[in-house]
């Protein structure tokens, strides 16, 4: 008997940045409970939708980047369906015409590179948030109509492995574009899941089971995981698995039933006849696909294949669109990319994780950095005052170049300061009689140098190779 | 087929409950809805013309969408004129369970 | 003072023969008098709004139809679901006219919900006619309609979604103007079914409606179908020559095979109309019309605005504002607070809409409805290339008595009956004019022209109301 394959696919919605709402002009963002409201949030008669431009953009952006194919016409359709977090009795979101559709994101899988399809990517709007009490539930209208965009990949994920790493990747996106803060914490990033499991013979896919509504990719996850156990545990022992949905319930480790097939709600769709159809033009259109970033899994691929640059590096650089910038402006003034690579990921970044700090606090600018990492390239400077160069400019807020200056100016080339010092025992041999009769000479001896050499010799190296010269005598 | 059990789901649905009479009346007005529409499904080659949701083309583009400035035209305090049951600055309703 | 006609009103506004606070109460005095047998008012205003403009309108008394949003003035759509809502914004058409200083005397008692055309399924009782108190009014716009004829207000805003404008206008003996589909923002107007719903004006003179039209016309940001501004007054382009222009009317509309006497009556007035017609230059042709089409029209009608209506109403739970019933849990509380807040009517309507929506029936019923829709607006525009308008009677009988006046839908096909409809499906201008009488009941001609060619539609409808001799026409109740 051969084994059981899972057949996965999500629809994740996330909540766009913008400063108004979706279709009214009431504020996006935070606010006291019940202020960011316009008569439209909470459906009283007579008010009409407006589409805001920046959420049109915004979800356009996302279709691209997606890969998706884009439509010449904008619509949207009605969702109806009673429930008390949804004031006008419908949601405005796009059926029949959704902003993108078939396209694609690519994960980089442990067996190589994988296309996960998109069936569509929407553009509708968020619902009320309800406090539940244990007796009744308290609503607060803020978050209704906030722009909501909902994207639905094909069946065609096939572990809780790839699962997280599209889900990964699928924020990343939203984060390059500046497209949604994408906090699974606050509740802006939700995912639904659909399992079903097909033996490797099987054409057709298996009954699927939606689980709703799940708020952290580790939670996405463990649902996954339990689903497929859930399923196969059923399957194997002779049962059928119902076309239902589910909730996955993190304290009891498994999906709990919520409701069957039969019950499914009849959403009604049809057009939304107070938006009319809005042609977008090519020049909409264009400027939209102009002002979109080099994504994430093309940049790492060219870290790796371009710069050499090892394939965690490359992870660390990219997975964050300021730091990958950062490091594309720096290299962009001739630094080598592996030194510059190696100089942030093996420096900067724990130098920032050590300290509680932001990329943002770091003023080392592009140009002086790459300025550094080309000294160090060309043996001017060691690693280590490379490094102390950089500590010392975020620490003292120095500019970096006055520091390179002040220690590329010094003496710190051990033979060098091997030579001096000998010659200063040559010139001085009562301290060195002092020394052998057990006297402390290094203060002294160090002050013979600095004088000797106007203070130009790094007092580090300095005492290592003295002490070093003073054992030999 | 519509009976009353048909319509019992389906006012169930939209969230009221009819009596007898009112289902009578309205299990009549299916059969004269239905009968026209059958009426209409007849017209020659109507499944091929392209439905319309709108009276004409009212010829937008993407420079009529509105410009992304929030304004909050009410509040809380303006809800309550209307608000039955409240706590806070948050609406009230028994305890909704998923 | 109030049953004249605006410039007139104007005149001695401006002369100083009265003040428009005397013009108010006048106004309230009527609305009072009149209310316990004609009904026309939920709501009559104790207090006269102030506002200082120099439009022609300013100090102008009117009345405002109860589905439309009025901040701080209850607004109640006739529905025991809304009897006490208070809405916290201003529709755009309330708030255009409140600018140019027109005084609100009252809010007016409509079909619940727009949802009918009898005038009697209003939460607050029936609406009588103001020609005869045992016939009906017609609706949706039935106080609207009721006002005006009365002379309590020289004219009105009432709105239209299949014909609730234009046959309570006829009914009532008065003018009635539904514009083109987004020439008045529907901003604040209570959604029954959104690709038909219009703003319009009801008053006692073209010239009148023109005046009210040219203040509350024009985009509007708030509202996404509403057009583009015009550079245009409609008031100054009335008297523009009609000569050459040229109406068609519908052979198969004026077919009388029953023999019925008065419609017999209605038909004649029809054709002696068109003769004054000709009489003014105007070229009038009879037309063949697809009568499957024809017939078709009220079916689709139905089934589009049943559907659009039970979504557009589905905000009306009671949860944040509305006649909440309370109950055990949320779904109880909205099903109580829907079951006594509806009327019987209403719910029917609202179940048909949601069955035609519903996923297996969608496309026969629904689309198929949307698919006869365009049809019938292709055939009109095509007509409408050698055309300026069509011409027919606005309705097929007099106002009937409340034992005739029913919603329940019937399985007759009305063309006649049903051809304001037309008018909704296409978004086109359409206008009642007052042309006669039968068995001492009002009785008009309906005017509908090309989209967006509001200007044209009020120019011709003027010209003929010139010759026809209605103008200014106020009911002799007492």
């Not at chain 3, 039209?213 to 015009?230: A, F, Q, R, V, W």
Request: aromatic share 8%.
């Amino acid at each position: 008997m051969s084994k059981y394959i899972p057949v996965i696919g999500l629809e994740v919605h996330c909540e766009l940045k913008s400063n108004s709402k979706n279709f009214s002009s009431s504020k996006n963002g935070d606010g006291e409970v019940n202020t960011n409201l316009c008569p439209l949030d909470i459906g009283y008669p007579g008010t009409l939708p407006v589409v805001n431009r920046e959420a049109v953009r915004k979800s356009l952006m996302v279709a691209l980047a997606l890969n998706c194919e884009v439509p010449q016409k904008l619509c949207f359709d009605r969702k109806n369906y009673y429930y008390p977090d949804l004031p006008k009795g419908y949601q405005i979101t796009q059926f029949g015409h959704p902003i993108g559709i078939h396209g694609y994101v690519m994960i980089d899988t442990e067996s190589g590179p994988k296309k996960i399809t998109i069936q569509d990517t929407h553009l509708e709007e968020d619902t009320a948030n309800m406090d539940h009490m244990s007796t009744y539930s308290l609503i607060d209208y803020n978050r209704a109509g906030v722009p909501l965009l909902e994207t639905v990949t094909d069946p065609c994920i096939s572990s809780a492995d790839e699962a997280i790493l599209y889900l990964e990747a699928y924020r990343n996106i939203l984060l390059y574009l500046d497209a949604s803060d994408a906090r699974a914490d606050l509740g802006q990033i939700r995912v639904d899941v659909n399992v079903s499991l097909k033996r490797e013979e099987d054409k057709e896919l298996g009954t699927r089971v939606e689980m709703k509504n799940i708020n952290s990719f580790k939670t996405v996850r463990e649902a996954i995981v339990s689903e497929i156990d859930r399923q196969t545990k059923i399957l194997e022992s002779g049962g059928i698995i119902e076309q239902e949905t589910r909730r996955y319930d993190e304290n009891l480790g498994t999906s709990v039933f919520m409701r069957s097939k039969v019950d499914a709600v009849d959403y009604k769709y049809y057009r939304e006849s107070n938006i009319p159809e809005i042609r977008l033009r090519d020049s909409f259109i264009s400027d939209v696909k102009n002002s979109l970033p080099i994504l994430e899994y093309e940049r790492r691929h060219k870290y790796i294949d371009v710069y050499g640059i090892g394939k965690v590096d490359a992870y660390t650089l990219t997975k964050d669109k300021k730091l990958s910038d950062y490091f594309e402006k720096i290299i962009s003034y001739g630094s080598n990319p592996v030194d510059t690579s190696n100089m942030i990921v093996g420096f900067l970044l724990g130098y920032i994780n050590k300290n509680y700090l932001s990329l943002d606090d770091i003023n080392i600018n592009e140009e002086d950095f790459s300025s550094i990492i080309k000294m160090m390239s060309d043996s001017k400077i060691s690693n280590k005052q490379a490094k102390d160069i950089f500590t010392k400019a975020i620490e003292d807020n120095k500019n970096v170049m006055d520091i390179a200056k002040e220690i590329g100016s010094q003496i710190s080339d051990k033979e060098e300061i091997r030579r001096i010092i000998n010659e200063v025992f040559s010139e001085n041999s009562k301290v060195i009689d002092d020394y052998k009769n057990g006297k402390n000479v290094n203060g002294f001896i160090m002050g013979l140098i600095m004088k000797k050499t106007s203070g130009k010799v790094n007092p580090g190296v300095t005492n290592i190779v003295l002490k070093e010269e003073l054992e030999k005598l | 087929m519509i009976d009353r059990n048909k319509l019992d789901d389906l006012a169930k649905k939209l969230m009221f409950k009819m009596n007898d009479n009112e289902y009578e009346t309205l299990l009549k007005e299916f059969d004269i809805t239905l009968k026209q529409m059958d009426f209409i499904s007849n017209i020659n080659d109507i499944v091929n013309v392209e439905p319309i949701f709108f009276p004409f083309d009212l010829e937008l583009d993407d420079s009529c969408l509105r410009n992304d400035n929030y304004r909050n035209e009410i509040d809380f305090n303006d809800m309550l004129v209307n608000v039955k049951k409240y706590e806070g600055s948050k609406v009230k309703v028994p305890k909704v369970v998923e | 003072m109030t049953e004249l006609l605006i410039d007139d009103i104007r005149k001695e506004l401006d002369d100083g023969n009265v003040t428009s606070d005397e013009l108010f109460n006048e106004s309230i005095e009527k609305a009072n008098k009149f209310q316990d047998v004609y009904n026309s008012f939920v709501t009559i205003m104790d207090k006269k709004e102030e506002v200082n403009s120099n439009s022609l309108l300013s100090g102008i008394p009117y009345a405002l139809k109860d589905n439309i949003s009025t901040k701080g003035i209850l607004t109640t759509g006739s529905s025991n679901i809304l009897k006490d809502y208070i809405p916290v914004y201003d529709a755009t058409v309330y708030r255009k006219l409140k600018e140019a200083g027109a005084v609100l005397v009252g809010k007016t008692v409509l079909d619940e919900l727009a949802m009918g055309g009898s005038g009697t399924t209003g939460h607050t009782g029936i609406v009588r006619n103001p020609w005869n108190k045992e016939r009906s009014i017609g609706g949706s716009s039935s106080g609207s309609a009721a006002s005006v004829a009365l002379g309590i207000v020289p004219f009105s805003i009432g709105s239209d979604t299949g014909d609730s404008i234009r046959k309570p206008a006829a009914y009532g003996g008065i003018v009635g103007f539904k514009p083109t589909y987004g020439r008045v923002s529907r901003y604040g107007l209570f959604a029954f079914a959104s690709s038909l719903d219009t703003v319009g004006v009801m008053a006692r003179s073209i010239r009148d409606i023109s005046y009210v039209m040219d203040i509350i016309k024009g985009h509007d940001d708030n509202d996404m179908t509403s057009l583009p501004d015009e550079n245009i007054k409609y008031s100054d382009n009335l008297d523009n020559d009609v000569s050459g222009r040229k109406l068609f009317y519908i052979k198969e509309a004026l077919e009388n095979n029953s023999g019925n006497e008065e419609l017999k009556r209605i038909i004649d007035n029809f054709y002696r109309t068109v003769d004054k017609a000709r009489e003014l230059g105007f070229e009038v042709e009879e037309v063949s019309f697809d009568k499957v089409l024809l017939e078709a029209v009220y079916p689709a009608y139905n089934v589009i605005s049943c559907a659009e209506a039970t979504s557009n109403n589905s905000n009306l739970t009671g949860i944040t504002f509305g006649n909440r019933v309370e109950g055990s849990n949320i779904n109880d509380i909205m099903i109580k607070t829907r079951t006594e807040g509806f009327s019987e009517l209403i719910k029917r309507r609202f179940v048909i809409g949601s069955y035609v929506l519903q996923k297996e029936n969608q496309d026969k019923l629904f689309l198929n409805a949307c698919r006869v829709r365009r049809l019938i607006v292709d055939k009109m525009n095509e007509l409408f290339k050698r055309y300026d308008g069509l011409i027919l009677p606005s309705t097929e009988k007099i106002a009937p008595r409340f034992d005739e006046a029913s919603d329940k839908l019937g399985d007759d096909y009305l063309i006649l009956g049903n051809h304001l409809i037309i008018g909704n499906f296409g978004g086109f201008p359409s206008i009642s004019i007052p042309s006669g009488f039968v068995n001492d009941m009002p009785i008009s001609v309906n005017i509908t022209g090309r989209a967006k060619e509001d200007a044209l539609v009020l120019n011709m409808a003027n010209k003929l109301e010139g010759i026809l001799g209605f103008r200014g026409q106020v009911s002799k109740s007492e």
